[in-house]
């Protein structure tokens, strides 16, 4: 007997897994590595033009030599953020996606293959400069212990519930250019609001990389959370 | 964004859960989640995997994509409630200390193949 109307018949197979189980998996070894080896890494992104290298590279000269650090830093092209960083003095290792696809995204297969480029021993503080972007990379997992997101002043003020995602897998947010608002109609109150509607009681840091104001809180913030990753590590200290 | 890299995952996943006396045939289906919450665009994924299968077992397989709504758990008061708007403070208590249950999934859920069984139609 024919069914009548009938869709091919086929035969399912179940699989159940995460599309990015591969990614999630290396992310889990990075971390496991990482905190072997007593490294606190922190995973920064942003949109582009936020002046996210500004604040790492005012973040590192204020915290070198004291918090030894190095700097992995993605982009699709070019390596003008990693020569800006390099001047401080820090390790820096440049990642071009394009070699990699041109992807929008540092992947954690990626930031393995970056750190084999970086004496962990040495350091204590790994900084994964993203690529520019607030969609793909809140979706990786790069084996981080801390994930931040640089806004500036000179956006709207609706990019934390325009990307919700990226805002909602943060541990803090820093808006940045806040020397310019003078010039400007931005609306500071309600972009915070905005940030809390999406993540409440997220920190929020209010900094101008460029004069420096502000950056104290930051840098307080990162050195405290390192210190409560330091018990896995060398340094043992009562939770 | 990342789309291209989304599909070729799914069909690195999906090549490796053929079972062995099935090689030959067609993929038919590839059934998904994909969670309002994720960053992928359904539209453009679909639009990825069509390039991306060529030449795989994979090739003229639809992408079936269910898409999950988020929904949150107050830790606080357990209200449960479906997230339309990017809010996420509780409905009724106002806590903003949130569990996630669903809306961030990008799960590959099964693989449809042809059942060679059918010989009765001209189709392949």
Redesign the interface.
């Known amino acids: 007997m024919k069914p009548v109307e009938n869709k091919k018949p086929t035969r399912e197979v179940k699989i159940v897994s995460r599309v990015l189980a591969v990614n999630e998996r290396m992310a889990e070894q990075n971390r496991r590595r990482f905190g072997e080896k007593g490294v606190f890494v922190i995973n920064v992104m942003s949109s582009p033009g936020s002046g996210k290298t500004t604040t790492l590279q005012k973040t590192l000269e204020a915290i070198m030599p004291e918090v030894k650090a190095a700097v992995i830093v993605g982009d699709v092209s070019t390596t003008h953020d990693a020569d800006r960083l390099a001047v401080t003095g820090a390790p820096v290792v440049q990642v071009n996606t394009d070699a990699f696809g041109g992807d929008c995204h540092l992947a954690a297969h990626v930031i393995e293959k970056a750190a084999e480029d970086i004496d962990l021993d040495a350091i204590e503080l790994l900084i994964v400069e993203n690529v520019g972007n607030l969609v793909c990379p809140a979706e990786f997992d790069i084996g981080e212990d801390a994930r931040v997101v640089v806004l500036s002043v000179t956006e709207g003020e609706d990019k934390p519930v325009k990307y919700p995602t990226m805002f909602r897998t943060c541990d803090a947010a820093i808006l940045n250019k806040i020397d310019l608002l003078p010039y400007l109609d931005y609306d500071k109150q309600q972009a915070v609001a905005y940030i809390h509607q999406v993540n409440p009681g997220m920190p929020v840091f209010e900094v101008s990389a460029r004069t420096g104001e502000g950056m104290q809180a930051w840098i307080g913030w990162l050195k405290e959370k390192m210190k409560d990753k330091k018990p896995n590590s060398k340094t043992k200290k009562k939770g | ?2 789309e ?3 599909a070729q ?2 069909i ?3 090549t490796a ?3 062995p006396d ?1 090689r030959s045939a067609r993929v ?2 590839v ?2 989640k994909i969670g309002k ?4 665009v359904p539209d453009s994924l679909r639009f990825c995997f069509e390039i991306v299968s060529q030449d795989t077992p994979l090739a003229g397989a639809e992408l079936a994509i269910e898409e999950t709504p988020v929904v949150a758990r107050c830790k606080d008061c357990d209200a449960r409630w479906t997230i339309a708007e ?4 509780c409905r009724t208590c106002n ?3 949130l569990e ?1 249950l669903s809306g961030r999934e ?10 060679e ?2 010989h ?1 139609t001209g ?1 392949e």
């Open positions: 964004m990342h291209m890299g989304i995952q799914i690195d996943i999906a859960s053929i079972p099935m038919e289906r059934n998904l919450l994720s960053a992928v990017p809010v996420f403070t806590s903003g200390s996630i990008l799960d590959i859920v099964s693989i449809e193949i042809a059942d069984g059918d009765e189709r």
